[in-house]
């Protein structure tokens, strides 16, 4: 089990269209991968889920990832992050 923190980076937090794209990640993957924001715990291959964490700009945000693809999963995760989901920089 791997648990990393990444920063929410991009201009408008984690809306239908980054969450979209974290469940894209997460639902192809054999581990299980969860989503802790703000003290709750989120199952990260459901979109509901994603979204109702309300991750806004700037936050950190924890992936708990237990399974075969462990480390190929937080990978990709990271990578999406750093790409600010393919929008606009957060700068605060």
């Known amino acids: 089990m791997i648990i990393k923190s ?17 469940v894209d990640i997460t639902s ?7 989503l802790i924001h703000g ?7 459901s979109i509901l889920n994603v979204m109702m964490l309300a991750i806004t700009p700037g936050s950190d945000v924890q992936f708990e990832i ?8 937080f990978q990709k ?3 999406l992050f750093n790409d600010r989901f393919n929008e606009e920089h957060y700068d605060p």
């Open 66 to 73: 237990s399974g075969p693809d462990e480390e190929d999963v």
């Open 39 to 45: 003290g709750t715990r989120a199952n990260a291959k």
């Open 6 to 22: 990444l920063k929410v980076i991009n201009k408008m937090g984690i809306h239908a269209r980054p969450a979209g794209a974290i």
């Open 28 to 34: 192809r993957a054999q581990s299980e991968v969860f």
């Open 77 to 79: 995760l990271e990578q």
